[in-house]
């Protein structure tokens, strides 16, 4: 059924191809109607703010900030705010974070097009639209012991392939600090070494290089 007014639609995407693209689906589609577009974070809060549209498509990689700090900074200000993560990122850390973060559904880039549009309506009737393949994948997040802050800078440091004293020093903690953190971590993960570690959490999106 469409809607008697069209659903207003911000899209916010770095990548002017796949944004120009966005741009004319909504163009071409009854019952829609693109109000205003952004390529950066910071733009994306003024456009936000400016339309107050219905709903927001949120890439997760913006070139001056994670998509999840945007949803976070927009739904401080508008706490009602409907937005549909639309991402190429499908590990279990991105799908978690998007939706903590306060987004209401997750789609991936390679979607069919009836797919995206049934989010989007699906969204703006305020529901959740979460695919099965995402769902799947948030599952397995929620089965996993939460790490902490502290331990996600310490994991993060590991990637970059940094010692247990360098990282002490990036984080100006005591080495048996950060002994301490890597052992959280490795039970967390449920790994027996610093390797394994790091690449579980690269494959999950926990930590990035």
Not at 32 to 44: L, W
Not at 113 to 129: C, F, P, S
Not at 137 to 159: N, T
Not at 164 to 185: C, F, G, R, W
């Amino acid at each position: 059924m469409i809607p008697s007014k069209p659903i207003r639609i911000l899209i916010v995407d770095d990548h002017p191809i796949v944004r120009n693209g966005l741009v004319l689906m909504v163009k071409y589609e009854s019952g829609m109607e693109m109000v205003a577009e952004a390529s950066t974070g910071i733009e994306a809060s003024a456009q936000f703010r400016e339309h107050q549209p219905d709903v927001t498509l949120m890439d997760l990689r913006l070139g001056d900030m994670n998509g999840v700090e945007v949803i976070a900074k927009i739904r401080q200000d508008s706490p009602n705010a409907r937005i549909v993560i639309l991402t190429t990122y499908d590990t279990d850390e991105d799908i978690y974070r998007g939706l903590q973060a306060g987004a209401k559904g997750y789609i991936l880039k390679d979607a069919p097009l009836d797919e995206l549009l049934k989010a989007i309506r699906t969204v703006h009737m305020g529901k959740q639209y979460i695919p099965p393949e995402v769902g799947a994948k948030l599952a397995e997040r929620l089965s996993h012991p939460q790490l902490s802050d502290r331990e996600r800078e310490v994991l993060q440091l590991m990637a970059q392939g940094k010692s247990n004293q360098d990282v002490a020093d990036s984080l100006h903690i005591a080495e048996n600090t950060v002994k301490y953190h890597v052992n959280n971590i490795l039970s967390k993960l449920g790994v027996s070494d610093r390797t394994q570690a790091v690449l579980l959490a690269l494959k999950r999106g926990i930590a990035n290089l």
